[in-house]
């Protein structure tokens, strides 16, 4: 299945790839267009305020095969805590394998950081995600309520002809919060990937998260001139 991992923070390409080719960009944006467009992106929210964070970085991974890039905690504050996300991209026997790393240049306090996961209503709305094994239903109507939140190893997506669209495996038990997108005006479901459950994030000290993530195909991952090219 195509891929595409784009370091920016918008899917301003999500109607423009074609065939089996992804390209690599400044920012923090991963689209899989054959599993109903859904999105991955590194994030956070400051704490109390909830001010999402803005960034930006390079194309291609360093020296160490990492790709880097800075967000600010506080969008248009200059001044505020700066996070440094690193992750590394491999292959795995049915897809892509992500370990993804944050560090704070200074103490800070995150209502969240992590991941994000978008998943348009258009194309799962009615349909259903399995959590560990219990099969839960995206609603038709917005929800006010999560629809999951605590921990899991693994999690399957479905659309609304139930065709199996997207997975997600953690080795290890991982903190989870997923909510309809539609009760702030947004146009998906929203998974966050969450590193820690404590609010404050420690001046240099590393957090970390890995997970596996596949559509219906096996990926092959191929990296140069920073471009990555996924072929099915």
Same mark, same amino acid.
Not at 136 to 150: D, I
């Given at each position: 299945m195509p891929v595409l991992f784009v370091f920016l923070l918008s899917a301003f390409l999500c109607g423009n790839l074609a065939g089996e +080719?992804?390209?690599?960009?400044?920012?923090g944006t991963l689209l899989f267009p054959d599993a109903g467009e859904v999105t991955m992106v590194p994030g956070c929210q400051s704490h109390p305020n909830f001010d999402s964070g803005t960034g930006g970085g390079p194309d291609t991974a360093d020296a160490d095969g990492l790709f880097r890039f800075k967000q600010r905690t506080r969008s248009g504050h +200059?001044?505020?805590?700066?996070?440094d996300f690193a992750s590394k991209v491999g292959q795995t026997e049915r897809g892509l394998r992500f370990d993804v790393s944050v560090r704070p240049d200074s103490d800070v306090d995150l209502a969240w950081a992590g991941? $994000? %996961?978008s998943f348009p209503t258009d194309c799962f709305r009615g349909g259903r995600f399995v959590a560990d094994g219990e099969s839960c239903p995206f609603p038709l109507e917005p929800a006010r309520n999560p629809l999951r939140t605590g921990s899991?190893?693994?999690?399957a997506f479905y659309d609304? *002809? *139930?065709? %199996?669209? %997207?997975g997600l495996r953690f080795p290890d038990s991982t903190i989870i919060h997923f909510q309809d997108g539609r009760r702030w005006n947004g146009m998906s479901y929203t998974l966050r990937v969450i590193f820690k459950r404590?609010?404050?994030?420690?001046?240099? +000290?590393?957090?970390?998260?890995a997970f596996e993530a596949w559509t219906k195909g096996k990926t +092959?991952?191929?990296?140069? $001139?920073g471009h990555v090219c996924i072929r099915a």
């Amino acid at each position: 299945m195509p891929v595409l991992f784009v370091f920016l923070l918008s899917a301003f390409l999500c109607g423009n790839l074609a065939g089996e +080719e992804a390209v690599m960009l400044p920012g923090g944006t991963l689209l899989f267009p054959d599993a109903g467009e859904v999105t991955m992106v590194p994030g956070c929210q400051s704490h109390p305020n909830f001010d999402s964070g803005t960034g930006g970085g390079p194309d291609t991974a360093d020296a160490d095969g990492l790709f880097r890039f800075k967000q600010r905690t506080r969008s248009g504050h +200059e001044k505020c805590p700066v996070l440094d996300f690193a992750s590394k991209v491999g292959q795995t026997e049915r897809g892509l394998r992500f370990d993804v790393s944050v560090r704070p240049d200074s103490d800070v306090d995150l209502a969240w950081a992590g991941i $994000s %996961f978008s998943f348009p209503t258009d194309c799962f709305r009615g349909g259903r995600f399995v959590a560990d094994g219990e099969s839960c239903p995206f609603p038709l109507e917005p929800a006010r309520n999560p629809l999951r939140t605590g921990s899991v190893r693994q999690l399957a997506f479905y659309d609304k *002809d *139930d065709r %199996f669209r %997207f997975g997600l495996r953690f080795p290890d038990s991982t903190i989870i919060h997923f909510q309809d997108g539609r009760r702030w005006n947004g146009m998906s479901y929203t998974l966050r990937v969450i590193f820690k459950r404590e609010v404050r994030y420690a001046r240099n +000290e590393r957090n970390d998260l890995a997970f596996e993530a596949w559509t219906k195909g096996k990926t +092959e991952l191929k990296t140069g $001139s920073g471009h990555v090219c996924i072929r099915a």
